[in-house]
């Protein structure tokens, strides 16, 4: 009796949690005297694709796409790279002040990005970055978060393999590549849904490094339709931010076995 109780409480949690997107989608399909109707219609009636292809028309959403691909594929790349080379370090070398330094990263957890943008904007215009996608993903390359979250999927990686792998000769790069990144594959691919998702959604760095219009990023693309919409139907924006939503979704199914696994085993063990 309780384990079914605590199951109805697990699926109106879930049916709570997923209401806003299924709210979304439906009116980014309904027309627009038929949206925010309430009590809220979840079936639109007649569906239509005309918001969707109004989005095209008043944003250049293929470039902002591509751009923010490009964005979030080289800052998960490079991401999921210097976090796991972090990681090993952090993890499986001894070398003096490890732990000290180890807290100081840490602590750079809880300084808000907006501290950080002065400095970064100061040096991405010494190095002429400034409108550049470069300046977008050159500081998220290293991930505080990445480190910390691999550093603790390694340490349930048993030592004796390192060690067996030692005494055949093997070097530190050989381990990490061939030992321990193949056994962290389900945490690599949990962090690498969670930088992508980060960087593809990112609106605050784009707003301030971008200036030119053909290398904006869809997040700033969103609100600049806001813009041109005005007072006109909501109901395109709702479109163009499915359309946003949808490529994170379909990287969550995708993955969604290996994300729930590297959670559940990494569990933010000390």
């Known amino acids: 009796m309780r384990g079914k109780l605590l199951d109805l409480v697990l699926v109106l949690g879930g049916l709570v949690m997923i209401a806003p997107l299924v709210w979304l989608v439906v009116n980014a399909l309904s027309e627009p005297i038929n949206a925010f109707q309430l009590p809220p219609q ?21 470039q902002m796409a591509w751009n923010s691909l490009q964005i979030a594929v080289i800052t998960t790349a490079g991401a999921l790279f210097t976090s ?30 907006q501290l950080t943008v002065v400095p970064i904007f100061i040096m ?18 290293v991930n505080v978060f990445g480190i910390f979250f691999l550093r603790q999927y390694i340490s349930s990686i048993p030592r004796e393999l390192d ?31 969670f ?29 600049s339709l806001q813009g041109a919409v005005g007072g006109g139907p909501a109901v395109v924006l709702f479109a163009a931010i499915t359309l946003v939503v949808l490529p994170i979704l379909v990287l969550f199914l995708i993955f969604q076995r290996s994300f729930i696994a590297s959670i559940a085993s990494t569990g933010l063990r000390a």
């Open 42 to 62: 979840w079936i639109p009636r007649p569906p239509t694709l005309q918001n969707f292809q109004q989005v095209p028309d008043l944003i250049p959403f293929a």
């Open 84 to 113: 796991a080379l972090a990681a090993y370090a952090f993890n499986r070398l001894r070398f003096p002040g490890r732990d000290q330094i180890f807290s100081v990263l840490l602590a750079a957890l809880v300084v808000p990005v």
């Open 124 to 141: 991405m215009r010494w190095l002429h970055l400034v409108d550049t996608t470069v300046a977008i993903w050159l500081p998220a390359l």
């Open 163 to 193: 060690e067996a792998a030692i005494m055949d000769g093997a070097g530190h790069f050989w381990i990490l590549f061939r030992v321990i990144l193949p056994l962290a594959r389900p945490g690599l691919t949990a962090l690498g849904i």
């Open 195 to 223: 930088v992508f998702e980060a960087s593809w959604n990112n609106f605050f760095w784009p707003y301030i490094f971008l200036s030119s219009p053909e290398k904006m990023t869809l997040p700033v693309g969103l609100v």
